[in-house]
């Protein structure tokens, strides 16, 4: 897998003060997309063992107190994905008590492969569907258009 950007201290995507990972690879093409590049999962940069590591370390560390991991892109459903996003979210849940994890996927969730499911079994917050630009509406609150569905799997 590739990634785009990680942010190791993150206060706009998600509830609180987050890591996030803006993953490559996405088949969805929605017109408007803000984030054409990142469509090939080529682009940006290996997902090493080194950076899921540090990963793992952001979110443990205690001087900046993070609420969770936050996975977008691109897709992180994206199928070449799924490997490299199971191992890291299986990962926080079994080496970081109490973090959640929030993904935005434009896959449905009514409409996931098993593989996909597998992974989702594991994240707390699912913001899912294709940004529709008809349906656009900046004043969404972790949303880009109204069309998508903000599943809260766990409450805080
Ligand atoms: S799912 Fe997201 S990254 Fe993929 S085309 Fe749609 S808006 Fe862009």
Known sequence: MNYHNY???????????RCTLFV?????????????????????HLFTQEMEDQVIADLNDTRIKRKGLSLSGGDPLYPG????????VKRVKEECPGKDIWMWTGY??????????????YVDTLIDG???????????????????????????
Do not use: M
């Open 7 to 17: 942010y190791p201290v993150d206060v706009v995507n998600g509830l609180g003060t």
């Open 24 to 44: 490559s690879g996405c088949i969805h093409q929605c017109r408007g997309c803000y984030n054409q590049s990142t469509w090939s999962p080529s682009a940006g």
């Open 81 to 88: 994905n799924l490997e490299a996003i199971f191992k890291l």
């Open 108 to 121: 449905v969730l009514a409409e996931l492969s098993e593989e996909q499911q597998q992974v989702v079994n």
């Open 130 to 156: 294709k940004f529709e630009k008809d349906l656009a509406d900046a004043r969404l609150e972790w949303r880009g258009s109204s069309n998508q569905v903000i599943h809260r799997f766990t409450l805080d």
